[in-house]
T-cell receptor, first 113, second 112 residues
Framework: DSGVTQTPKHLITATGQRVTLRCSPRSGDLSVYWYQQSLDQGLQFLIQYYNGEERAKGNILERFSAQQFPDLHSELNLSSLELGDSALYFC????????????FGPGTRLTVL | QKEVEQDPGPLSVPEGAIVSLNCTYSNSAFQYFMWYRQYSRKGPELLMYTYSSGNKEDGRFTAQVDKSSKYISLFIRDSQPSDSATYLCAMSVGNTGNQFYFGTGTSLTVIP
């Protein structure tokens, strides 16, 4: 158990809908990362937050947004969902942005029908 | 061309074999190289990381980086059934370059 929690574990929704994925980092970790994992693309970095501020942005679509709250938990919002958004979404945390080790949560499996 | 290329396998070996997993990359600015292990239905967990070129050993695992060839390897000695998992390589530019670039992963099965 990495200490990173993610909810929900599974999410099934329809195209055009909006969902929110939630992540709580390990105790003491200030940095949170979001990743999307699909079979053909592998693990893709989406966005990183550090102590409430956006720190780095990867291949995140404009339909997706995220934030990190004062208690350090983070939410990833996915809107206008498309079939291609079906994937595993992982949250990871680390003590600080330059830390090599990121601890991954168990993931949220999103299915868009 | 993807930043990081990794043969997806699957790779199947008998228990006790030496396993070699590899990744190639195109960005010569990568300085940090990581290997993650991901069991089915779990998140990735960090196995090893190395900085720049060279070897690093940790128990049965050895990571090698050859920056001149843009090629990294993970060797597993005396492989065990519990090593059956997907192995992902990851790379980043530097301490302030927090974006990790992952390979697609190699699925490994160690047969008892």
């Amino acid at each position: 158990d990495s200490g990173v929690t993610q909810t929900p574990k599974h999410l099934i929704t329809a195209t055009g809908q909006r969902v929110t994925l939630r992540c709580s980092p390990r105790s003491g970790d200030l940095s949170v990362y979001w990743y999307q994992q699909s079979l053909d693309q592998g693990l893709q970095f989406l966005i990183q937050y550090y102590n409430g501020e956006e720190r780095a942005k990867g291949n995140i679509l404009e339909r997706f947004s995220a934030q990190q709250f004062p208690d350090l938990h983070s939410e990833l919002n996915l809107s206008s969902l498309e079939l291609g958004d079906s994937a595993l979404y992982f949250c990871a945390s680390s003590v600080a942005p330059g830390t090599r080790e990121q601890f991954f949560g168990p993931g949220t499996r999103l299915t868009v029908l | 061309q993807k930043e990081v290329e990794q043969d997806p396998g699957p790779l199947s070996v008998p228990e006790g074999a030496i396993v070699s997993l590899n990744c190639t990359y195109s960005n010569s600015a990568f300085q940090y190289f990581m290997w993650y292990r991901q069991y089915s239905r779990k998140g990735p967990e960090l196995l090893m990381y190395t900085y720049s070129s060279g070897n690093k050993e940790d128990g049965r695992f050895t990571a090698q980086v050859d920056k001149s060839s843009k090629y990294i390897s993970l060797f597993i000695r005396d492989s065990q059934p519990s090593d059956s998992a997907t192995y992902l390589c990851a790379m980043s530019v530097g301490n302030t370059g927090n974006q990790f670039y992952f390979g697609t992963g190699t699925s490994l099965t160690v047969i008892p």
